[in-house]
C-alpha cells in the first residue's frame, strides 16, 4: 500500500462539500428537540429578562465594573484590581467553574474538560496540569458535577447570561492575585464575586440603569410587541413569570410594547423567586396595586390584568387549571425557567438561546465548513487505517493526527479563542447543550422568531443518526470510495 498524505490529495479540500452545502442554517429559525405543533398550544407563558427583553452587551461591562468596585470598596479587596477592565468575548455561556482549583472550563456532555478550555485566572492551564489535577484524567465524577441546579458540592455551572461579567471578574481576580503573588483562599474568594455580583442585582442598581435609557440597553422592542399581539389576536392567552420588579418590568414593557401591555396577558407574576416558584408550595400569592404597593388580601382566584408577586406553581396550576401540553413556557435559564416545567409539571418548553445567531452564522461560512469537512475526512481515515503498524505508516498516521488536531484548534477558535462553542467540544455535545436537550422542545435565538411560523406550525426535530446508524465518513459521503486514491485499494477494510 503507498501512503499519500491528505495535503498532497489530488483533489482540493472542497471537493469533499457535497453541493449547496454552506448557508443552510437560518439564524432566525427555530429548532425542535422533540415534536410540538403550536395549534395544540392554547396558552403562552414567558419570563422577561433575556426572554421578552433582550439587552445590550453594554450592560454586561457595567455589571462587572460595579462589582469590581463593590469588592474594592465594600469588601476591601485590592485597589489595584481597578485596573481590570471587562473583556468582551473572553467566557462563554455553560461553563463549569472548580471552586477549590480554581480552575473554569468547558466540559462535555460525558462529564470530560475539553482540553485546552481551562483556565485559571486570564490564562490557560496546560492540558498535563488538568489531567494531573484529576487524578490521571479528564473526567469529572457524577457527584462533583452538579446537582439538578447546576450547583454541586465543588462544581457551579454558569447558564445565564448574566454570568458573563461574573466569570470575567472571577478570572480577573485570580489573575491579579496569582501575579502579585497573593495567597487566597478559594472558597472565599468565589463567595464574595457571587455576593457582589448579587449586590448590582438585589439592590436594584442595574434597575436603574436600565430604567434610565430603555432605548440604550433594550433590543428588539417593536418584536416583542409583534410576537404579542399576534398570539392574542389568535386567541391564545398569555402570562408572564418573572424575578424582577413590577416597576422595572412595567417600564420596560411600557417601551416596548405600549403603555396598555398588560391588556395583552392574563396573568403578570413579578419576584417569583424561581426555580423556588416551581417547587416550594408555601409561598402564597399576593396582589399588589397599581402603583406596585403590596395588598394584604387573600388570593383566592388569579384576575386578568391584576399584578401578582411571588407565590407558587402548584396555586397557580389550581387557580387557573393551566395544565400539560397546551401551555408553552419561554425562558433563557435552562434550569430556573425550564427544567421543572418539563420534567414535574409536563409543560412544553421553549429556550431563549441569544448566542444562536452568531454561532450559525459562523457555522454558514465556507471557513468553517471546511475545517469540519476536513476534519471528519481526516477522522475517518485515521479509524480505518489505524491497522497498518509499519514505521512508514505510523509516520503518516502521526502527521495525520497532528493535522486533525491543528483543525480542531482552528475551527475551535472560530467561536470563542478561549472556550469555543457553547454547544460543542471538540465533537461532543457540551454540558450546555445536553441540558439544552433535556429541558426544552424547541430553542430560538430570540421570541421574535415566531414570526416566521404560522401559529398552528409543527415543528418536527430531524432524525440525527445514531452512531450504529450512520457507519460512514464524510469522505466516503461526499466522494464516494472509490473516488479516494487511496481508498480504491483499501476498501476492503471498510
Known sequence: CTWISPSHFSFPQWYLLPPGVCNLLNPAAIYANNEISLGDVEIYGFDYDYTLAQYSNVLHSMIFNTARDILIEQFKYPEGLAKYDYIPGFAIRGLHYDVQKSLLMKIDAFHYVQLGTAYRGLKPVPDEEVIEL?????HIPLYQMSDFYGK??????????FSLPEMTLLSSVIDYFITHGIEFDQVHLYKDISDAI???????????WIEKDLEKYILH????????NRLVNHNKKLFLITNSPFSFVDKGMKHMVGKNWRDLFDMVIVQADKPNFFTDRRKPFRKLDDKGSLQWDKI????????????NLFDFLRLTGWRGSKVLYFGDHLYSDLADLMLRHGWRTGAIVPELETEIRIINTEQYMHSLTWQQALT???????MYQDAESKQVLLEWMKERQEIRSLTKNLFNPQFGSIFRTFHNPTYFSRRLVRFS?????????????????TFYPRRTPLQHEAPLWMDQ???????????EEMVHIR
Open 134 to 138: 484529576y487524578g490521571g484524567t479528564q
Open 152 to 161: 454541586g458540592p465543588s462544581l457551579k455551572q454558569f447558564m445565564d447570561i
Open 198 to 208: 448579587k449586590d448590582v442585582h438585589v439592590k436594584g442598581v442595574m434597575y436603574k
Open 221 to 228: 422592542g417593536d418584536e416583542i410587541y409583534a410576537v404579542l
Open 300 to 311: 383566592n382566584q388569579l384576575e386578568k390584568g391584576k399584578i401578582y408577586k411571588e407565590g
Open 380 to 386: 475517518g481515515l485515521l479509524e480505518r487505517m489505524q
Open 441 to 457: 422542545d424547541i430553542y430560538m435565538a430570540s421570541i421574535s422568531c415566531l414570526l416566521n411560523y404560522d401559529v398552528n406550525f
Open 477 to 487: 459521503l461526499c466522494t464516494g470510495c472509490m473516488k479516494t486514491p487511496f481508498l
